[in-house]
Each structure stands twice: as C-alpha cells, then as structure tokens.
C-alpha cells in the first residue's frame, strides 16, 4: 500500500515519527506540496493525508481509481472536497478533537501576556531599564488582575469549555454564549446571548467554528457594544473578525488589547492593519502546537487508518 504525506512538516517537523503510518504501508512524506506538484506526488497513492494542501474534485478525479483513503492531519477539512471524495468512494477521515487543553492554556498565555506583558518586561530588564530604575520596581504598562472580572465566551464547546474552567480558576465570572445552548449554567459559565456577553465582559475569547454567517462577527457595530478597554482573545478563526475595525478600536483604545492566534489570511500579511497596533498581541497559529497535541493527533491519525484497514473507518466526514 503506497501512503503519501503531502504536507508534513507542521504536524512533525522532526520531533515525532511517522513509524506508526511506516508499519502500515511504503510510505513517502513531504514537507509541503504546492499546487502544482500534487498530481506528481499523489498519483498511485492508496492513502493520502494532507493537512492544509488542497484537494479539490479535479484532482481526485484525476487521483481515482488508485486513491482508496484520505486522512486529514487536522480538525477542519475544508481543504478536501468531501463530496467529490465520497462520489469515487473515498471517506474522508479527520481528528476532531486532539488539542483542546494545549488551545485553552493559550488562551490563557495570550490572556495574562494581556495583563503583565511578562516578555517586554523581561526584555526591558535586560536592555538595563532595572538596572538603571532608581526603586526597586517599574511597570511598562498597566498591569491587570482577573480576579473579579467576567470572561465572556463565544462558543461554549470543547475549547470554549476549557478555557471556562481556567478563567474561574483565576476567580473571573464566566459567561458564555452558544448557537446551540441559550440558557442555564453548568456551575462554571451562566449562559446569556451575544448581547448581554458583548456588553459585560472585561475579557471576550472567541471559541466557534467559522461560517459564512458568523464571518466578520466582531464588526464594528459588535465593538462598539462591548465595554470600553475590553480585551479580545481569538484562538478560533481569523475571519471572525473585521481586522480594519479592530485595528481602530485598539487604536482608540475602546480594545484596550488583543491577543490573537489566527488571522483572516494565513500567514500574516506585511500589510495587515493589526501589524501596527502595539498593543494586539499576535501569534503563528500555534495553539494547536505542543509536542503533546501533535503526539496525540498523530496517534488518532494512525488509529483512522487502522480502523478503515479493519473495515470498520471511523471519524469518517463524508459517510
Ligand atoms: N488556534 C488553533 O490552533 C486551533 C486549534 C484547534 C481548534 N481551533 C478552533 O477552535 C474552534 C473551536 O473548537 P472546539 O473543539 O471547541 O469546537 P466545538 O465544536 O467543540 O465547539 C464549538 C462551539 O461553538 C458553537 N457555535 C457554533 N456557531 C456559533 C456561533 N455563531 N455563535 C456562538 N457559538 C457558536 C457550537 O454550538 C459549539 O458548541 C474550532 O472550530 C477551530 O476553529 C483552533
């Protein structure tokens, strides 16, 4: 059985193995594939897994017969056309949970580098500001303490659900707003509607999936609902921000700061308006990232195609 990795590098850039894919089949793994080189490579592979290269209809038609499975390295399989895949019998398998503690725990990073901002500081000391300070202690920015305040979370899922029972653990009051739960607390988060949530929290963290119509939920009109010197954490998706208006609400200060882990397009580009904002905290889409999670998702990777092997496929997306 041939295997191909299309795109393998963020998944292990050489800090796991593919050992457990190696064992099952002649295996080939690259670090990444453009649109142009996927044919080449794909063709005559039994079992593909990609996580973010693009496998639309035309390529698996051109992919079909030989092309038996297809395993997404990742949660969100967007990039494979799932219907096409299903029409030349192809199931399509993803991970649909394997880094839910590693997302809420960065949640909480982006969150209190928000309130001390623990790296400028070291950095400053090191630059000899300490050393030069005439007290025994000097702040950069205002410091904040949660304790008190209300963390508001938009997508009470798994994630959403996490990062709940962090924030209370740092003595905030929860709030949560749901499409699909809209009343009642499970003794962690009271569940209001986006309304009231926009309108009382000190901190808002986004936690649901992106759609066409949650895109640009957090527009202007959304903003200027919140509290003044809110700050924003978003480890969901980019697009579920107008990034112009954010970009000038951190720069009025009506945002007093932003973390954010994902942005509307992927990597950041030079010209994003939130690159200038001092104080939107930004980061390469990593929560997802530790040795741990990945370990995991390798792991889950491997049991879908032993499963599908067995005859009995599982996490199947396109059944
Ligand atoms: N930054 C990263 O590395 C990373 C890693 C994994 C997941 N994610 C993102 O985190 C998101 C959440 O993951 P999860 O495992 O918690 O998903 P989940 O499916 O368990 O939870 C999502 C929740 O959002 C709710 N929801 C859907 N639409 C909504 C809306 N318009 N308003 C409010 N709530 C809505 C759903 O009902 C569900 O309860 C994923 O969709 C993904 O975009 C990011």
Same mark, same amino acid.
């Given at each position: 059985?041939?295997?191909?990795?299309?795109?393998?590098?963020?998944e #292990?850039?050489g800090?796991?193995?593919w050992?457990?894919?190696? /064992?099952?089949?002649?295996?080939?793994v690259?670090d990444?594939t453009?649109?142009d *080189?996927?044919?080449?490579?794909?063709?005559? &592979?039994?079992v593909l897994?990609?996580?973010?290269?693009?496998?639309?209809?035309?390529?698996?038609a /051109?992919?079909?017969?030989?092309?038996q499975y297809?395993g997404?390295?990742?949660?969100?399989?967007?990039?494979?056309?799932i219907?096409a895949a299903?029409?030349h019998?192809v199931?399509v398998?993803?991970?649909?949970t394997y880094?839910?503690?590693?997302?809420?725990q960065?949640?909480m990073?982006l969150?209190? *580098?928000l309130?001390?901002?623990?790296g400028d500081?070291?950095?400053?000391?090191? &630059?000899g500001d300490?050393s030069?300070?005439?007290?025994?202690c000097?702040w #950069?920015?205002p410091l904040?303490e949660?304790?008190g305040?209300t963390?508001?979370?938009?997508?009470?899922?798994?994630?959403?659900?996490? &990062?709940?029972?962090l /924030?209370?653990a740092f003595?905030?009051?929860?709030?949560a707003?749901d499409?699909?739960?809209?009343a009642?607390?499970d003794?962690?988060?009271r569940?209001?509607s986006?309304e *009231?949530?926009?309108?009382?929290?000190?901190?808002?963290s986004?936690h649901?999936?992106?759609?066409?119509?949650n895109?640009?939920?957090? #527009?202007?009109?959304?903003i200027?609902?919140?509290?003044?010197?809110?700050l924003?954490?978003n480890t969901?998706?980019?697009?579920l921000?107008?990034?112009q208006?954010?970009?000038?609400a951190?720069?009025?200060?009506?945002v007093?700061? &932003?973390?954010?882990?994902?942005?509307?397009?992927?990597? /950041?580009?030079?010209?994003?308006?939130?690159?200038?904002e001092?104080n939107?905290?930004?980061?390469?889409?990593?929560?997802w990232?530790?040795?741990e999670?990945r370990?995991?998702?390798m792991d889950?990777a491997?049991?879908?195609?032993?499963a599908?092997?067995a005859?009995?496929p599982q996490?199947v997306?396109?059944?």
């Amino acid at each position: 059985m041939k295997i191909v990795v299309l795109d393998g590098y963020t998944e #292990n850039p050489g800090d796991l193995s593919w050992e457990g894919f190696e /064992a099952l089949g002649d295996m080939t793994v690259y670090d990444r594939t453009a649109a142009d *080189e996927i044919l080449a490579r794909a063709k005559g &592979a039994q079992v593909l897994l990609t996580n973010k290269t693009p496998l639309n209809a035309e390529t698996l038609a /051109a992919l079909a017969p030989e092309l038996q499975y297809i395993g997404v390295l990742a949660t969100g399989y967007n990039v494979v056309d799932i219907a096409a895949a299903r029409s030349h019998g192809v199931p399509v398998c993803n991970i649909p949970t394997y880094g839910t503690a590693a997302v809420a725990q960065f949640v909480m990073a982006l969150l209190l *580098e928000l309130c001390h901002h623990v790296g400028d500081h070291s950095r400053s000391v090191k &630059a000899g500001d300490w050393s030069r300070c005439p007290d025994f202690c000097y702040w #950069n920015t205002p410091l904040i303490e949660l304790a008190g305040k209300t963390f508001g979370v938009v997508g009470y899922g798994r994630i959403g659900r996490a &990062a709940a029972k962090l /924030a209370a653990a740092f003595g905030m009051e929860v709030l949560a707003c749901d499409a699909h739960v809209s009343a009642g607390s499970d003794g962690v988060a009271r569940m209001v509607s986006l309304e *009231e949530l926009l309108a009382a929290s000190d901190v808002i963290s986004l936690h649901c999936p992106l759609f066409e119509s949650n895109r640009e939920m957090i #527009n202007r009109e959304a903003i200027a609902r919140m509290k003044d010197g809110v700050l924003l954490i978003n480890t969901s998706r980019g697009p579920l921000i107008d990034e112009q208006a954010l970009a000038d609400a951190l720069h009025t200060g009506k945002v007093a700061g &932003a973390g954010l882990d994902v942005l509307t397009v992927e990597p /950041a580009r030079p010209d994003n308006p939130l690159m200038k904002e001092p104080n939107c905290l930004i980061t390469p889409h990593i929560a997802w990232a530790p040795k741990e999670s990945r370990q995991r998702l390798m792991d889950i990777a491997v049991d879908n195609l032993k499963a599908w092997l067995a005859g009995s496929p599982q996490n199947v997306v396109n059944p």
